[in-house]
Nanobody
Framework: QVQLVESGGGLVQPGGSLRLSCAAS????????MGWYRQAPGKERELVAD???????NYADSVKGRFTISRDNAKNTVYLQMNMLKPGDTAVYYC????????????WGQGTQVTVSS
């Protein structure tokens, strides 16, 4: 059983920064993609950023230049450094771990609230 535990959310003023962390525990097979999604009230869940085991990264256009995703494969941990935060970034942020192929899986964290407000 794989578990994802997120931390680092909170309340921050516009222009501020937060760093989210997500640690995966349990039996994790092979290479995979770890990422962050977010869901604002009344909106669908959307991809923020993800990263492969090899270090490749992918970002939503709305966060490019402001957010940075990174991972520590030895610790099965993914980070999201969020700078220049805007009120529009307010959402519940979810960690995701997934793999496609003959051995596939898709796990979600419980979510952490990020609120950007003055």
């Amino acid at each position: 059983q794989v578990q994802l535990v997120e931390s680092g959310g909170g309340l921050v003023q516009p222009g501020g920064s937060l760093r989210l962390s997500c640690a995966a525990s349990g039996s994790i097979f092979g290479t995979n993609i770890m990422g962050w999604y977010r869901q604002a009230p009344g909106k669908e869940r959307e991809l923020v950023a993800d990263t492969t085991s090899g270090g490749g990264t992918n970002y939503a256009d709305s966060v490019k230049g402001r957010f940075t995703i990174s991972r520590d494969n030895a610790k099965n941990t993914v980070y999201l450094q969020m700078n220049m935060l805007k009120p529009g970034d307010t959402a519940v942020y979810y960690c995701n771990l997934r793999r496609r192929g003959l051995v596939s899986y898709n796990y979600w964290g419980q979510g952490t609230q990020v609120t950007v407000s003055s």
